[in-house]
């Protein structure tokens, strides 16, 4: 089991008053190594923050987030930033390739840290690789505005896998999409899945993107439901 949510609640002060924004509700969630799941619901129903509690980029308010076994909640700065660095790749609906660098140069981003030359030579050949396998072999030095939008999303979903993680999370991965580039990012996304065995997590408004998860909850009202 990579990431397991038991009873994750998720509220927000109001100031000036006494009761709360409640976001999530006894949210329970299980992430096993390979599994496929879209997380769909209303917009504004929470699905985004509960992304960002399972990549460890917020906290609940009660509940506990293990990953790999291990409560979370004790872990510094500095361990969780390592989780999200080795462990799981992000997908978001907009790029956020960096404008000045190449294609292959926004690839190797998450692994910039590395100082063992190997491991750098490596990962460059892996982006290749993984760039090939996309489609995108051929603009390696072309910057993000001289590429579609579809083209730019290939890429951010490279840049997610470049450390091997166990899981990915994308949030409206398709949703600043044409139809078409949409449905070859979530072939892409599902090949993904089941080339590598990497866990995914998807949040979407794409009724043809949620077929190909293995399983479906939906979102609403602060609980979650499995429809599946």
Known sequence: MIVQLDKICKYYEIPERTNKR??????SLSINSGESIAIVGPSGSGKSTLLNIIGTLD???SGNVKFKGEIISSFNENKLANIRNQNIGFVFQMHHLLPQLNLLENILIPVLAEKNNNSANNAKKLAMELLNSVGLSDNIYQRPGQLSGGECQRAAVVRALINNPDLILADEPTGSLDQESAEQLSELLN??????????????????LTKKMNKVYNL?????KNNT
Do not use: C, R
């Open 22 to 27: 409640i976001v999530l509700k006894d949210v």
């Open 59 to 61: 906290k609940p308010s």
């Open 191 to 208: 090949k993904i899945n089941k080339e590598h065995n990497t866990a995914m997590i998807v949040v979407t408004h794409s009724i043809n």
């Open 220 to 224: 609403i009202n602060g609980n979650l």
